[in-house]
């Protein structure tokens, strides 16, 4: 024993491993009793162990071995970690044990097995018995088959997996062993008593002796459903009660549990192996069976006969198959193979199942329409057809095919598509025969129970009782309203013969599919299993009143378990109550009705009904009313009733008190009788009809509620509606519509028809009194608080305006409940009608959608098109998807036949050109949209999209993502998880295919309330994705296994570990344990109260058995949401209305902690070691054409150190979404993080880098965008990019300014703008000029263009390494192969030449000649015309100045949606950097002033052609705002730089119209804010000179060109003059023209203003008055002395020019008159010497003598005038002034001056006289010069003259009003008395005049010269009215009435007319009196506006100062003729929009 005691002391495990029998049987016995008293499972006593179970087990000593198995029994039950253990032990058992004699050993050894199975380890102990059934060892065999028994028998079907099992069976009986022969065949009796029949296919081929035996065995097994006895340790609640329930005595309620258990119901089906048929089909077959000979045709079905008869068939593409059979069915001529072919599609359906369910959709209609074959047997082949394919899909997919040939000719077709329904509608259960479905059959088959045809009649009845019967009155008695008595009841009888699939042939209603209990089956549900149901139901998703769904009863309460079985009584009140009674009533005759009536109402009162006194009627009323009010219910003959009320007088009542009773009468029948429809037709007409009414209408209106409670609303509401629209009276319209809207909220909206309320909506709409139009926008308010969005869809057609008030309506109600029904049905009923309302409210939402107008495309789904699509060459492919892209877009919402597209799409997905897959999947998303959740059907057809997500490339596969979204939003996600597409797709080992898909899953999975149970099949596949090589893969799994595991149950994953390698195995339930703890919880089902969800959506539709959250089915008009900012765990946008937990939105909970720390981690001095490292060449430079793997490694080994790590994750992710993941992150820190991003700056620049060699655009943009925002922040931190992040980054930044796309270059180009204000320009500069030697072209040409701007904005020093080197380079370019290169490089030099001037001929150095001339044509086309950029540069052009905030908006066209406000707050605090630059930026200082000048006024505006053109005529019109918003288009896309302005105004003189008018208008938009005026400053004259070009080119081209439409011309012209206008009202810059350039555009004006040609223009006269106005603001305006001069040198080119017409010179002279009056004023601000000078050459050149001989006198007397007043204004003064003229002794000047100065010295006190200030006017020189006598004797000489004889009487008064003193008497004596008369009438009527009409101001400038003019012959005289000396102005049109009469006094009529019209298209024709007087032009707003503006620039009303507008004009008086200045900016609106 020595030996012994050494091993006794021993620890327990050591003695367990020792190598003596005894001291391991020691231990095993102690190891027994250590085993059952630990209590602890988890402690850790139990790890010691785990390795030392196998050798208890397997011990080779038979005694210690029994005491092992003891031991290991305890230790599988009582530890937590025995799990582990389980594959080795039970192989160990196997092996080892059950081989042994003893048997205890065996006994021990199942114990062991079940016990693992009891601990949830069944898998893998099935697993290793299934391979004892391998053993050679039949001991083994015996034992592992008995196992298996015993553990099916315990733990039933559900744990133990009898797939495998039955696999094995077959072979177990074909055993030598009698043993196991008998063991095998105990196991399948066991096998079937849990699945029945199941089990026969299976095991149909073995020994017949042996299936006789077996038979016979099944024959005695019983037939209750046998239940689990042993329990797993999830379990233990059904074990408790399952004790409970054998303690309450047994088998209490069986029935409940039974229910439970047959769930599983284990299908044979699924038993079988599959058979892979496709290969074995005849290789000629797809010949044959198009071959010409029947025979042939025959044979190749056969062969498929044969082969489908396989009861199980391998999934694969039958498509080409199904669709020869389908041909055969539909077009073979021979019947007996169509019989053949149905029965092959029949075999396929049933050997194929749901994976037929794709093809369903093709071949039913097929088959629905070859019911019209006679022959009986065909019609079976078809039957059979049918119904084998309507168990592959669902009715709902079908039923579009169905209904469609419901109303067939052919009797045949319409009774077979009823036996069809009748059939189908066996197989569903009222959850998958909702009333949507139902409703649409119900519809049609009532048509057939009319009939004619009995066998049609027959069929319906017995559709219609399989329908009651499945779905159960309640469901379907709504739809039966109108059937007669018999058929109702023949209906009914029918319902009783039904046998259903699903249920038992009881009374009550079918039995629903989760065998739920029925309230007619079970009259008391005992305690126990209520409880169970309300405990389930509480774990179920679906809301608590589904759970135990009872057909007719109300939700079974806990603790009321008899809730259910009240429903009998409920019945009486309930929904069937009314019904059933409103149904019948036949019409009656009104002598019945007499009887009837008079049988319970006074005779009296039936009298007196009629009487001609309302006082009779009245009592007769009262009287009524009373009976009424008495009469029970029961005995109430309303019709009778009615009738009698509706009896003359009827509803013709005149007296409104009898009226009002009579309807209250009504609406008391209604209330207190069984009112019906029938009684209901006679009053609503009449009811309607005083709706409306002012004292009846409450009285009406009570009645009809009152009728609507009796007859139900729909009907109702129909009927009033309909009887409101057909009759003219607007006030009943309205009212009814008010009427129902008040009743919808009363009602609820339950069971309306939205379809035939929204026809007479949109006839209320289009109502012309607006009344009916605001009830109808209230009613739809009304409706959307139950429909939702779907609601406005039908609506898109309407005029906007409308839309836009309906849409306000919408708006209001958003967010709003709809309110609870107060009325109507749910008033009277218990429970289950409140639950019918409930559903009938959920159905609307849905039903909205399914009545769109939808077009039919199938016939435009051509074979061709087919063709197309399938041809060879990818364009013609192109063309035919194209073509389909625009059939969609046309019909927007379209039906869901479209014939062969499917099957063509789905064979472009793998099309090898990828942009043609991208097409398609675009036009696959379009689908989804336009047909809506129909979509389902081609679901199933299988477009394998999600086969696309598999694709190498990053945007074929989100495009694949969008379309599956699509799809998936109007299906709804069951249609997906459904089936085994998925797991078949996830079993694919492709990488991108199984993360697109996980990571779909993972945003999906988590909206769900429940799911299909096919998802338990992809979990393998998830598990293997768990280790897949691929990184992102594993990511993705990981992020999906919370979610898959939130509806699978932890348990269901834990078990589908079992077939995993154990190393895997134990990783994988690792993570299991970890995604359990982050398991979020379902989301919440819709609380039922608010069936409407908060947003206003459409109510959450609650779908049958698994309620579907994918909501987003429900409507398909919800936008799906964003899945960016749903997050993984997010609940679709439906899901905010649901109360419940929020889903997390992350997986990982500590994940989320991490994301609150900042994502940048400031390392001290991190980046400049990174430099210095990088410098001292320890790590790569970073410089390469394409990123390669170590630079990437690299960058993201420097990053771990300062970025956050999940960002890193983001940044260097394999997929382009988590790169704009990343880049939306570091957006939305860039503000908070800011010195972060600073540290960091190089690697984020470099990362960046990586970027711009992604091919995805999205990336790019945001790059972009990211990069906008990070400069602007770089600027305002004053940051200077180093040279390190320079240049490892801008040299990839220009690669990208090569882009093919526009919008990113134009991006590329924004950003290296603002990279100037980090990063000096001249260093810039460097690199923009490698950019130039890139291949690509684009690159070449931007570069060149970025390097002009660059010199345009910092001048010549920017050019380095010299300006020579520099543009020698550039100039190279000009030589280059491709057009838009030579065109940047010309452009650039020409803005350098621009710049810079001549010395850049200098600096080129030689060119070649054709490069130099193509320069030097360039630069002077530039000078003429604008440059010849392309007038895109006109977009591009950088913004120079910076303003953020629009700088995107012009780049992307749209609202600058990028740029954070906050950036923009700091924008004023802009570019302050410029100081520390070594390049002098003049520029961007004083452009900062302007730009903080603008203070706050910014206005967002988008793109640049919107230009509100109308303002152009604002200054003509309105008087200046002080502050105008500016507008950001000159300020950031023309940013101020010269050159922007340089650009624009080139474009001015454009030969092409269009382009002048924009650059106009730019420039007009510029002028007219007086914050960015000051940017034309320094361009003025180069605008003008560009304006008068334009009008040159005008004058000379455009209107001579025949082609040109003149009112371009027009528009032209109006742009030009308008923007000048604006330029003259800022003196600023008006005086800043010079000489020259003011006498050209002078020159160019007044040649327009006589211009014949633009008279005869439609819009001439318009133009030449503004022209009028516009040269009055030139002479105000300019620098006063540049215009004088200006004229004076204009006046002397025209006279010395022998071409120039008299009347030009007429018209300066004009002008210089004009000057000479505004002397006095301004004489102070004039450079004299000058003037003078000019004066002096003018003398030189035209000497007196010359001067007199003009034909006319006025440029002397002008001469005389403008020096006279001089030296009036001046004095002696003037002579000091001659210092210009180099030898004044000669000059005739001096003399002159002289002569007048003394003269005025001697005139006593003339100097002060106002005459000198009335300018011009003869008078005053001839009182300076002689004697009164003389002015008199020359007034009165004029008098006399014929011609002359008005004026001298105008000059007459004139002086006389000024020298009342003067004697004109001793002039009068000479002359005859009818001269004298003639004179003293003259002036009286002058002087009438004058008083009378004087005051009117005029707003035309000279307008009094006007008379001069207008009188013909009297051209050489001045008028003398320019001298009216009391400041009184005189309108034209005064002048021209006085004219006419005076003309018609002297008999001057006969004036000659001939020289009259070119004068008058000066004055816009005045003298033609019909014009003159017209009162269109006298009340034209025109002047009164000009004169408020005067006014409000507060200029002085004097003469002077209003003389002042306009020359040779009519737009005189206030009232003068510019009516059509409206007219004018008309035309400009239409400019505008034809720009847009």
Known sequence: MGDDSEW??????????????????????????????????????????????????????????????????????????????????????????????????????????????????????????????????????????????????????????????????????????????????????????????????????????????????????????????????????????????????????????????????????????????????????????????????????????????????????????????KKVVGKDTNVMLVALAAKCLAGLATGLRKKFGQYAGHVVPTILEKFKEKKPQVVQALQEAIDAIFLTTTLQNISEDVLAVMDNKNPTIKQQASLFIARSFRHCTPSTLPKSLLKPFCAALLKHINDSAPEVRDAGFEALGTALKVAGEKAVNPFLADVDKLKLDRIKECAEKVELVYGKKTGGAAEKKEGKPIAGRTPALSGSVADRETKDAATKPGPLKKAPAVKSGGPPKKGKPAAAAGMGSAGAKGKKGPESKEIFESELSIEVCEEKAAAVLPASCIQQLHSGNWKERLACMEEFQKAVELMERSEMPCQALVRMLAKKPGWKETNFQVMQMKLHIVALIAQKGNFSKTSAQVVLDGLVDKVGDVKCGSNAKEAMTAIAEACQLPWTAEQVVAMAFSQKNPKNQSETLNWLSNAIKEFGFSGLNVKAFISNVKTALAATNPAV?????????????????????????????????????????????????????????????????????????????????????????SPELVSKIGDKNWKIRKEGLDEVTSIINDAKFIQPNIGELPAALKSRLNDSNKILVQQTLSILQQLATAMGPNIKQQLKKSIPVITVLGDSKNNVRAAALATVNAWAEQTGMKEWLEGEDLSEELKKENPFLRQELLGWLAEKLPT??????????????????????????????????????????????????????????????????????????????????????????????????????????????????????????????????????????????????????????????????????????????????????????????????????????????????????????????????????????????????????????????????????????????????????????????????????????????????????????????????????????????????????????????????TPGKALKEMATHIGDRDNTVRNAALNTIVTVYNVHGDQVFKLIGNLSEKDMSMLEERIKRSAKRPSAAPVRQAEEKPQRAQNISANASMLRKGPAEDMSSKLNQNRNMGSHSETAHTVPREFQLDLDEIENDNGTVRCEMPALVQHKLDDIFEPVLIPEPKIRAVSPHFDDMHSNTASTINFVISQVASGDINTSIQALAQIDEVLRQEDKAEAMSGHIDQFLIATFMQLRLIYNTHMADEKLDKDEIVKLYSCIIGSMISLFQIESLAREASTGVLKDLMHGLITLMLDSRVEDLEEGEQVIRSVNLLVVKVLEKSDQTNILSALLVLLQDSLLATASSPKFSELVMKCLWRMVRLLPETINSINLDRILLDIHIFMKIFPKEKLK?????????????????????????????????????????????????????????????????????????????????????????????????????????????????????????????????????????????????????????????????????????????????????????????????????????????????????LLSKPAVPTVASSTDMLHSKLSQLRESREQYQHLDLDSNQTHSSGIGTTLGSPSSAAANIDDLKKRLERIKSSRK
């Open 1008 to 1361: 769900l309330r429940s799911v299909p149970t096919d998802l338990l099949l992809c979990v393998p596949h998830l598990y293997s994705c768990l280790e897949d090589r691929n990184g992102d893969v594993r990511k993705k799994a990981q992020d999906a296994l919370p979610f898959f595991m939130m509806h699978l149950g932890f348990e269901k994953m834990a078990k589908a570990t079992g077939k995993l390698k154990p190393t895997s195995k134990d990783q994988v339930l690792a993570m299991l344990d970890k995604a359990k703890a982050n398991m979020p919880a379902k989301p919440a089902p819709p609380a039922k109260a608010s069936s409407r969800v908060v947003g206003g959506a459409a109510p959450a539709k609650f779908q049958s058995s698994s309620a579907l959250a994918e909501d987003s089915g429900s409507n398909s008009m919800e936008p799906k949401p964003d899945p960016k900012k749903v997050k993984a765990g997010g609940v679709s946008s439906k899901a905010k209305g649901v109360q419940g937990k929020k889903v997390l939105s992350k997986p990982n909970l500590k994940e989320d902690d991490d994301k609150s720390g900042p994502i940048f981690i400031i390392v001290p001095n991190g980046k400049e070691q990174r430099m210095k490292d990088e410098k001292g060449l320890k790590v790569l430079k970073w410089n390469f054409t394409t990123p390669r793997d170590e630079y990437i490694e690299q960058l993201k080994t420097q990053m771990s150190s300062c970025v956050a790590k999940w960002l890193q994750d983001e940044m260097f992710h394999a997929d382009f979404q988590h790169h704009n993941k990343a880049l939306a992150v570091m957006i939305e820190h860039l503000e908070s993080e800011k010195d972060g991003v600073i540290s960091c700056l190089d690697l984020i620049l470099k990362w960046l880098t990586l970027r711009f060699f992604d091919t995805n655009t999205s990336v790019l943009m945001k790059t972009l965008e990211y990069l906008k925002l990070l400069f602007n922040l770089l600027s305002q931190e004053e940051y200077h990019l180093t040279e390190n992040e320079a240049s490892s980054f801008i040299p990839y930044l220009i690669l990208k300014v090569g882009e093919p796309k526009d919008v990113i270059r134009k991006d590329v180009r924004a950003i290296l703008n603002r990279m100037c204000l980090i990063y000096p320009a001249s260093k810039m500069f460097t690199f923009i000029m490698e950019g130039t030697k890139s291949k690509n072209s684009k690159q070449r040409a931007e570069c060149l263009e970025e390097l002009g701007c660059l010199v345009e904005s910092y001048g010549m020093n920017v050019c380095q390494p």
């Open 1749 to 1961: 001989q003009c034909k006319s006198e006025f440029p002397i007397r002008t001469l005389k005038t403008l020096l006279h007043t001089l030296c009036k204004l001046k004095g002696p003064k003037i002579l000091d002034h001659l210092t210009m003229i180099d030898n004044k002794n000669e000059s005739e000047l001096e003399a002159h001056l002289c002569r007048v100065v003394k003269h005025s010295m001697d005139q006593s006190g003339s100097k002060a006289d106002k005459d000198t200030e009335k300018g011009a006017s003869r008078i005053e020189e001839k009182a300076s010069k002689a004697k009164v006598n003389d002015i008199l004797a020359e007034i009165f000489k004029k008098i006399g003259s014929k011609e002359n004889t008005k004026e001298g009487l105008a000059e007459l008064y004139e002086y006389k009003k000024k020298y009342s003193d003067a004697d004109i008497e001793p002039f009068l004596k000479n002359s005859s008395q009818f001269f004298q008369s003639y004179v003293e009438r003259g002036l009286r009527l002058i002087e009438t005049e004058r008083e009378g009409k004087g005051r009117i101001a005029s707003s035309t400038g000279l307008s009094s010269q006007m008379e001069g003019t207008c009188v013909p012959a009297s051209t050489h005289a001045v008028s003398s009215s320019l001298g009216n000396t009391n400041g009184e102005e005189v309108g034209p049109s005064v002048y021209l009435e006085r004219l006419k009469i005076l003309r018609q006094r002297c008999g001057l009529d006969n004036a000659k007319q001939e020289d009259r019209p070119p004068l008058t298209s």
């Open 773 to 861: 139009r605001t009830s109808a926008i209230t009613l739809l308010g009304v409706m959307y608080l139950y429909v939702g969005p779907p609601l406005r869809m039908f609506f898109e057609d309407e005029k906007p305006a409308l839309l836009s008030q309906i849409d306000a309506e919408f708006e209001k109600m958003q967010g709003q409940m709809a309110p609870a029904p107060t009325r109507g049905i749910s008033r009277h009923s218990t429970g289950g009608g409140d639950d019918g309302e409930e559903e009938e409210q959920e159905d609307v939402g849905n039903d909205v959608v399914d009545l769109l107008p939808r077009t039919d495309i199938s016939d435009k789904i």
């Open 8 to 325: 006794m002391k021993l620890p327990i495990d050591q003695k367990c491993e020792h190598k003596l029998w005894k001291a391991r049987l020691n231990g095993y016995e102690e190891a027994l009793k250590l085993f059952q008293k630990i209590d602890d499972e988890k402690s850790p006593e139990w790890s010691k162990y785990l390795g030392l179970i196998k050798k208890f087990v397997t011990d080779s000593n038979a005694v210690a071995q029994l005491k092992g198995l003891e031991a290991a029994l305890a230790y599988v039950e009582n530890a937590h970690v025995a799990g582990k253990t389980t594959g080795e032990v039970a192989s160990g058992v196997v092996n080892k044990v059950f081989n042994q004699p003893k048997a205890r050993a065996k006994e021990l050894g199942l114990d062991i097995c079940l016990m693992y199975i009891e601990i949830e380890k069944g898998e893998a102990v099935q697993e290793e018995l299934l391979k004892g059934l391998d053993n050679k060892n039949p001991k083994i065999i015996v034992a592992c088959i008995e196992t298996l028994r015993k553990a099916l028998s315990e733990f039933g079907s559900k744990i133990i997996l009898l797939k495998p099992i039955i696999k094995v069976l077959p072979k177990l009986f074909e055993s030598r062993e009698k043993a196991v022969r008998d063991e095998a065949k105990l196991l399948a009796v066991e096998i079937y008593r849990w699945i029945k029949d199941a089990l026969r296919p299976p095991l149909q081929n073995i020994n017949s002796v042996q299936l006789k035996e077996l038979e016979e065995e099944w024959v005695k097994v019983s037939s209750a459903a046998p239940k689990q006895t042993r329990f797993l340790r999830s379990q233990q609640e059904l074990k408790a009660k399952f004790e409970q329930q054998q303690a309450a005595g047994g088998d209490a309620d069986g029935e409940g549990d039974e229910e439970e258990e047959v769930v599983p119901q284990v299908d044979a089906y699924e038993l079988l192996e599959a058979v892979e048929i496709l290969s074995k089909l005849p290789k000629d077959f797809y010949e044959k069976i198009e071959a010409k000979k029947w025979q042939e045709r025959k044979e190749a079905l056969e062969a498929v006969e044969l082969l489908v008869k396989n009861p199980k068939l391998e999934s694969g593409d039958y498509a080409d198959l199904v669709k020869v059979l």
